[in-house]
Every structure is written in structure tokens, then in C-alpha cells.
């Protein structure tokens, strides 16, 4: 059920993507320093010790962190695992506002997976919707030049951030799947750390391949110190407790058009801290990815 929107809750629903901005921004800063794997490990586990003392009802005996374990196992595969490593994998050769606005295109993913595993029926408004966003996401591809898509060469960022956002659409699905405690449900705290000791495994797994297949250092120094815990307080655990708060405000509907913030944001983050300036067809892409959304949601 959709609620009045206040300004608090208008508020908490804008501190999530703005934090997701940055930690897109902050991947592409240390992308030299981390390799993307061992920083996704590294985030995660800062992120279950901020965790643990907030969240440990789920650590009790019956909470069904050991009983649900293939639940949560797929749910942390698909979330920490998967979607977090290749987005900070695709970091590593595309800019953050290229990866944000092919993320934005999830709408698309959510309505195919939906539709092909789900058994969720699409609405003609939902097409028209999705017609918009993956033109939004292709003129992004292309680098606003309509003209080279017959002769496109995806670089592997933008690979790896599609793959990502398929992965997150699975994630989505399951986590609307009432299978959990009720009361670990009603904890977001709890809930998410049941998600993250799992994911945690899956993220291990990850950077052991990557350590056995290149010569991993880290460059420790001060500023990656502070980007590794920005990216587990800020997007990993304040972002999900301020969505959490705003989507029980205002209910999901509304809470959905504020993730189109996102890519917005990492615009005038990647000028601001990188010198990477938006072009053009930024701008019409988000414009396409936005108007897509709103009118799929008619």
C-alpha cells in the first residue's frame, strides 16, 4: 500500500542512492589500489562486524540461519556475491556513470525473469516501459551514436554490470518469496546479516579464484583505508536501513522511482571527484531509463 510522501521519508528513500553513487565512485578511485574481488571481501566483512551487534537474532539458535542455509545461501550468492564483485569488477574498465545508468535498465531484467521463471504476467504498460529503458541502456552502450550499434563492441565493464543487474533480478524475485522467520523478516538488520554471512563465503570463494589467478597486493595507504569503510557503513548498511525505513513509509511504488537517482548522482560525482564529465546522451539516457519506469508503473 502506498502512503503520503513527507519530506522525511522523501529523505530517507534519497540517502540510498546517493550512497550507492558513491560507492560506484569510490570502486573506480581504489580500482588500482584493491583488486575488485578482495575489496568486495574486504567491504562485506566490515560490513558483518558493523552488523553483528544489531543484527544478532539471527545468530540465535532456531532463528533459521542454519535450518533456511539454501535460502539465504542463494540469496547471499546473488546479492553480496555475484552482483556487488561484478560491479566492482565492471569498475575496473567502464566509468561509474556508463555502469549506474546500464544498472537502471533492472526494470527490464525484473520483468523478463519474472515472466520466464515466476510465472509473473507483464502488462502492455510494463512493455512500453521496457521498450524505453532498453533504449535508455543501448544509447549508453552505443555512446550515443544510434549508428554503431551494428558494429558494437561492449567493453567488458559493461558486460560484467549486465550481468550484474540479471543477477540482482533474481535476488529480487526470491526475496519477494514469503519463505523467512517473520520475525527475522520484520528485522532488517537481522535479516541482512543472515544474507551477508553467506554471501561472505560466496565472496571468499571469488577472491581465492582471483588471488590464484593473479599476483594480488593491496596498497594500503590512508585514503583506501577510509573507501573501505565508506562502502561497508555507507552503501552496504546505512543505505539498506534507510530503504528499509522508507519503503515501510511510503510502500515500494513510490520507493521504486527514487533508485533512478542513482545514476544522477554518479554524474555529479564522477565530475566532481573524476573529471569525468557527462555527455548528451547521459542525460537522454537517464531521461529514456526514467520515463520507462514511470510509465511501466501506470
Same mark, same amino acid.
Given at each position: 500500500?502506498?502512503?503520503?510522501?513527507?519530506?522525511?521519508?522523501?529523505?530517507?528513500?534519497?540517502?540510498?542512492?546517493?550512497?550507492?553513487?558513491?560507492?560506484?565512485?569510490?570502486?573506480?578511485?581504489?580500482?588500482?589500489?584493491?583488486?575488485?574481488?578482495?575489496?568486495?571481501?574486504?567491504?562485506?566483512?566490515? $560490513?558483518?562486524?558493523? #552488523?553483528?551487534?544489531?543484527?544478532?537474532?539471527?545468530?540465535?539458535?532456531?532463528?533459521?540461519?542454519?535450518?533456511?542455509?539454501?535460502?539465504? %545461501?542463494? #540469496?547471499?550468492?546473488?546479492?553480496?556475491?555475484? /552482483? !556487488?564483485?561484478?560491479?566492482?569488477?565492471?569498475?575496473?574498465?567502464?566509468?561509474?556513470?556508463?555502469?549506474?545508468?546500464?544498472?537502471?535498465?533492472?526494470?527490464?531484467?525484473?520483468?523478463?525473469?519474472?515472466?520466464?521463471?515466476?510465472?509473473?504476467?507483464?502488462?502492455?504498460?510494463?512493455?512500453?516501459?521496457?521498450?524505453?529503458?532498453?533504449?535508455?541502456?543501448?544509447?549508453?552502450?552505443?555512446?550515443?551514436?544510434?549508428?554503431?550499434?551494428?558494429?558494437?563492441?561492449?567493453?567488458?565493464?559493461?558486460?560484467?554490470?549486465? #550481468? $550484474?543487474?540479471?543477477?540482482?533480478?533474481? /535476488? %529480487?524475485?526470491? #526475496?519477494?518469496?514469503?519463505?523467512?522467520?517473520?520475525?527475522?523478516?520484520?528485522?532488517?538488520?537481522?535479516?541482512?546479516?543472515?544474507?551477508?554471512? /553467506?554471501?561472505?563465503?560466496?565472496?571468499?570463494?571469488?577472491?581465492?579464484?582471483?588471488?590464484?589467478?593473479?599476483?594480488?597486493?593491496?596498497?594500503?595507504?590512508?585514503?583506501?583505508?577510509?573507501?573501505?569503510?565508506?562502502?561497508?557503513?555507507?552503501?552496504?548498511?546505512?543505505?539498506?536501513?534507510?530503504?528499509?525505513?522508507?519503503?515501510?513509509? %511510503?510502500?515500494?511504488?513510490?520507493?521504486?522511482?527514487?533508485? !533512478?537517482?542513482?545514476?544522477?548522482? $554518479?554524474?555529479?560525482?564522477?565530475?566532481?571527484?573524476?573529471?569525468?564529465?557527462p555527455h548528451l546522451y547521459h542525460i537522454a539516457a537517464f531521461a529514456l531509463i526514467v520515463g520507462g519506469?514511470?510509465?511501466?508503473?501506470?
Amino acid at each position: 500500500m502506498n502512503r503520503k510522501l513527507t519530506a522525511s521519508t522523501a529523505l530517507l528513500l534519497t540517502i540510498p542512492p546517493l550512497l550507492w553513487a558513491g560507492n560506484a565512485i569510490v570502486g573506480r578511485l581504489v580500482r588500482d589500489a584493491v583488486p575488485p574481488m578482495t575489496l568486495n571481501l574486504l567491504r562485506w566483512a566490515i $560490513a558483518a562486524l558493523i #552488523l553483528v551487534p544489531i543484527g544478532h537474532a539471527i545468530l540465535r539458535p532456531g532463528s533459521g540461519l542454519l535450518k533456511d542455509w539454501r535460502r539465504y %545461501s542463494m #540469496l547471499g550468492l546473488l546479492s553480496v556475491g555475484l /552482483y !556487488n564483485s561484478m560491479q566492482y569488477l565492471a569498475l575496473q574498465t567502464s566509468t561509474p556513470i556508463n555502469v549506474t545508468l546500464v544498472a537502471a535498465g533492472m526494470p527490464v531484467w525484473m520483468l523478463l525473469v519474472g515472466a520466464l521463471f515466476f510465472g509473473k504476467p507483464v502488462r502492455r504498460s510494463q512493455l512500453v516501459g521496457a521498450v524505453l529503458s532498453i533504449a535508455g541502456v543501448l544509447l549508453v552502450l552505443s555512446r550515443g551514436e544510434w549508428r554503431q550499434l551494428a558494429a558494437l563492441r561492449l567493453v567488458a565493464g559493461d558486460v560484467y554490470m549486465i #550481468l $550484474a543487474t540479471i543477477s540482482w533480478s533474481f /535476488y %529480487s524475485w526470491l #526475496l519477494m518469496q514469503p519463505k523467512d522467520n517473520p520475525e527475522i523478516r520484520r528485522d532488517w538488520a537481522a535479516f541482512l546479516l543472515g544474507q551477508v554471512v /553467506y554471501g561472505i563465503m560466496w565472496s571468499g570463494v571469488l577472491a581465492g579464484v582471483e588471488w590464484s589467478v593473479r599476483d594480488v597486493h593491496i596498497d594500503w595507504s590512508w585514503p583506501v583505508a577510509a573507501a573501505l569503510l565508506f562502502v561497508a557503513i555507507g552503501p552496504a548498511v546505512i543505505a539498506m536501513g534507510c530503504w528499509g525505513a522508507g519503503v515501510q513509509r %511510503s510502500g515500494p511504488t513510490v520507493a521504486a522511482f527514487f533508485t !533512478n537517482l542513482t545514476p544522477l548522482f $554518479a554524474a555529479l560525482m564522477s565530475s566532481a571527484f573524476l573529471g569525468e564529465l557527462p555527455h548528451l546522451y547521459h542525460i537522454a539516457a537517464f531521461a529514456l531509463i526514467v520515463g520507462g519506469i514511470a510509465w511501466s508503473s501506470r
